[in-house]
């Protein structure tokens, strides 16, 4: 049974297992806000033919009542195939200053050519733009180093109606979260929390 009084208390501020879950989300808000944040950045995992699949993306998005994560990519990448067929995708992240990591687990649901994609293209900036206007799909071989971008696009001489094309590779994954857990290391013990919103319980576990 959930106990509310029951919490932890972290920088002088009491949080019982809802409040708690609260504060996971702000965080995820934080990070997808702020460029700086140590949230902005996580470890995102798929399955790729029976292995595990990693790579480091941006978080672009957290919708709280969602609870649905926003990440952008390109859809000609290896985790978009492997995303279409997999759907089981999971987000790590770590605050080393706040010592708070969080597991995010979810499935995947891929955003193509949709009011979504739409929305966030056209605040896509142009150097950013550029990741989408490779002319070989991202993972191809090249014989020589290379960022696969034409010479004038690489030195960003190009013009925002120049690189609409790069819409055509513009995807973007959105994990709709099914469980976070919850780790705080304490030189006084860790403690730990599971938010499951399949069974919609909520628990303290041993760290
Ligand atoms: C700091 C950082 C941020 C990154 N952000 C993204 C991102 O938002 N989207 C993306 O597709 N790749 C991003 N990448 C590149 C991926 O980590 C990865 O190398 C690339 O997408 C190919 O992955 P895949 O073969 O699994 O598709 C980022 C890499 C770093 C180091």
Same mark, same amino acid.
């Given at each position: 049974?959930?106990?509310? *009084? ?6 002088? %501020?009491? =949080? ?9 989300? *702000? ?38 009542? !969602? ?5 952008? &990519? ?14 089981? %995708? ?14 995010? +687990?979810? +499935?995947?649901?891929?955003? =193509? ?20 206007? &490779?002319? *070989? ?8 180093? &290379?960022?696969?971008?034409? !010479?004038?696009?690489?030195?960003? +001489? ?16 959105? %994990?709709?979260? !099914?469980? %976070? ?15 499951? =919103?399949?069974?919609?319980? =909520? ?5």
């Amino acid at each position: 049974m959930m106990d509310l *009084n029951d919490g932890v208390i972290i920088n002088s %501020i009491f =949080y019982n297992l809802i409040e708690l879950e609260k504060d996971c989300w *702000n965080r995820l808000v934080n990070g997808a806000i702020r460029g700086r944040d140590a949230f902005h950045t996580p470890c995102v995992g798929s399955i790729s033919n029976g292995e595990v699949s990693m790579r480091t993306m941006v978080l672009r998005k957290a919708l709280p009542i !969602e609870r649905v994560l926003r990440f952008h &990519t390109d859809i000609r990448s290896r985790k978009w195939e492997e995303l279409a067929l997999n759907q089981s %995708i999971s987000a790590l992240f770590y605050d080393a200053s706040a010592r708070i990591q969080l597991r995010v +687990k979810g +499935k995947a649901k891929l955003h =193509y050519d949709d009011d979504i994609t739409s929305e966030a293209w056209q605040k896509t900036a142009l150097s950013s733009r550029r990741s989408y206007l &490779t002319k *070989n799909p991202p993972s191809s071989f090249s014989d020589i180093p &290379t960022s696969g971008l034409s !010479e004038n696009i690489e030195q960003e +001489k190009f013009t925002l109606e120049e690189s609409e094309v790069g819409q055509e590779h513009f995807g973007i994954v959105a %994990i709709q979260v !099914e469980s %976070i857990d919850w780790l705080w290391l304490n030189h006084a013990g860790h403690r730990r929390a599971f938010f499951d =919103y399949i069974s919609d319980e =909520y628990h303290w576990m041993v760290p």
